[in-house]
């Protein structure tokens, strides 16, 4: 089956970094994809990889391992407004994707 | 331009009902997509569209329907609304295969 694995919720303090893990199974695999969702708003898009390696814009980087099946996003000098869930997913060999749960963030002052 | 919006933001039902919800864009997106999202589970998706005039059944499509006349609009049917179907609905669009998924603000029906 089709699996994607993330933390449920992790916190940090403003100003550190923190590293949000995820692994996928898929049939198939196409790309993954962050995204970021504040409490009661819309998923907006962070990053993709396709390509293993690490991807850096500004504060948020993602990396990714095609042959281990993971991924990580990297958030860097972390800022109350990153407080929010961040969403995983798996883009598989029909263009589908498949989401994790998502990983809630909480950034403690 | 707007981007995707959706049309109610909020709806109560009650059990047996039925209701339409309207995602639209002006983004000129080939591809549009209905989820739901559920405390605790990814996003799920119910149906999709490739193109104006095509749909497709995602990974939870019972009790719901859809139709794509319009490139810009894609609607989602609930024939006989249960409680079960309280969720969010996101709607969301996308160029092509590679790209990146836009989403709308989300309609928050509650079934009672």
């Known amino acids: 089956g089709q699996n994607i694995d993330q933390p449920t919720e992790m916190t940090a303090t403003e100003g550190a970094i923190v590293q949000i893990n995820c692994t996928y199974q898929t049939s198939g695999f196409n790309g993954l994809f962050w995204y970021q969702q504040h409490a009661g708003e819309a998923p907006t898009f962070l990053s993709y990889n396709v390509l293993d390696g690490l991807e850096e814009k500004g504060r948020f980087s993602s990396f990714l391992s095609r042959s281990k099946g993971y991924s990580y996003l990297l958030l860097k000098e972390l800022q109350m407004k990153d407080s929010a869930s961040y969403l995983c997913?798996?883009?598989?060999?029909?263009?589908?994707?498949?989401w994790g749960a998502g990983t809630k963030l909480i950034i403690k002052p | 331009n707007a981007g995707v919006t959706q049309t109610p933001k909020f709806r109560v039902l009650k059990t047996g009902q039925s209701m339409t919800l309207l995602c639209a864009q002006d983004m000129n997106h080939e591809y549009m997509y209905w989820y739901r999202q559920d405390p605790g589970m990814g996003l799920r998706l119910i149906h999709y569209s490739v193109g104006e005039g095509t749909t497709a059944k995602g990974e939870v499509p019972d009790g719901y329907n859809v139709s794509r006349l319009k490139k810009q609009n894609f609607l989602l049917g609930l024939e006989s609304a249960a409680p079960s179907q309280t969720s969010v609905y996101f709607c969301?669009?996308?160029?092509?295969?590679?790209?990146?998924?836009?989403f709308g603000p989300g309609t928050r029906l509650t079934v009672l």
């Open positions: 997913a798996a883009m598989d060999s029909n263009y589908q994707l498949i």
């Open positions: 969301a669009t996308q160029a092509g295969d590679y790209n990146e998924q836009f």
